[in-house]
T-cell receptor, first 108, second 121 residues
């Protein structure tokens, strides 16, 4: 599975949009981009995934660049409960391999 | 989303004893389950992949005789930490992939349990 690069941490003001970037320059054509988050001492929570088109669900939006080498997860109106570690994962096979992720701190 | 449940959520044991952690898929059939380990302030590390009815595939560096994995049914996988030592103290998390309800199609998503915190004294 391709490796991803994320900033180690980000801050966001409550109520504002949180934009979390992810680089995956070695992604191949059949690999999906997945986003999970992990709140302290809990199991990871699925957020969204996509292949090449932008995706939106009730939690977030996923914007994938045309060359698919990077993507951005957007939480449109961040709340304090969105404080977590966010993992961007590129997956082509069966497994999910986690990188270091981005610690998002939402502040009031 | 589908529900994956782990039990126990936390356990404390003495060094040298064995501990079993259960992972259940509550509303779907899990054809494949994954076991992860997470040390404090670190990311999740994949330990092994198990398919129902067959032997688990372990990641490099993970001792298969120490971490016994059984996936005997489509809704249950177990991880047994044998002869536990303090360095085995960690947060163990399972995830499952499988078929939702009557659908034959594998949705592809992985659903995670709540995690089990093991402390070995």
């Amino acid at each position: 599975d391709a490796k991803t690069t994320q900033p180690p941490s980000m801050d966001c003001a409550e109520g504002r949009a949180a934009n979390l970037p992810c680089n995956h320059s070695t992604i191949s054509g059949n690999e999906y981009v997945y986003w999970y988050r992990q709140i302290h001492s809990q199991g990871p929570q699925y957020i969204i995934h996509g292949l090449k088109n932008n995706e939106t669900n009730e939690m977030a939006s996923l914007i994938i660049t045309e060359d698919r080498k990077s993507s951005t997860l957007i939480l449109p109106h961040a709340t304090l409960r969105d404080t977590a570690v966010y993992y961007c994962i590129v997956r082509g096979g069966n497994k999910l391999v986690f990188g270091a992720g981005t610690i998002l701190r939402v502040k009031s | 989303g589908a529900v994956v449940s782990q039990h126990p959520s936390w356990v404390i044991c003495k060094s040298g004893t064995s501990v079993k952690i259960e992972c259940r898929s509550l509303d779907f059939q899990a054809t494949t389950m994954f076991w992860y380990r997470q040390f404090p302030k670190q990311s999740l590390m994949l330990m092994a992949t198990s398919n129902e009815g067959s032997k688990a595939t372990y990641e490099q560096g993970v001792e298969k005789d120490k971490f016994l994995i059984n996936h005997a049914s489509l809704t249950l996988s177990t991880l047994t930490v044998t002869s536990a030592h303090p360095e085995d103290s960690s947060f163990y998390i399972c995830s499952a992939r499988g078929f939702m309800g009557l659908a034959v199609r594998d949705t592809g998503e992985l659903f995670f349990g709540e995690g089990s915190r093991l402390t070995v004294l």
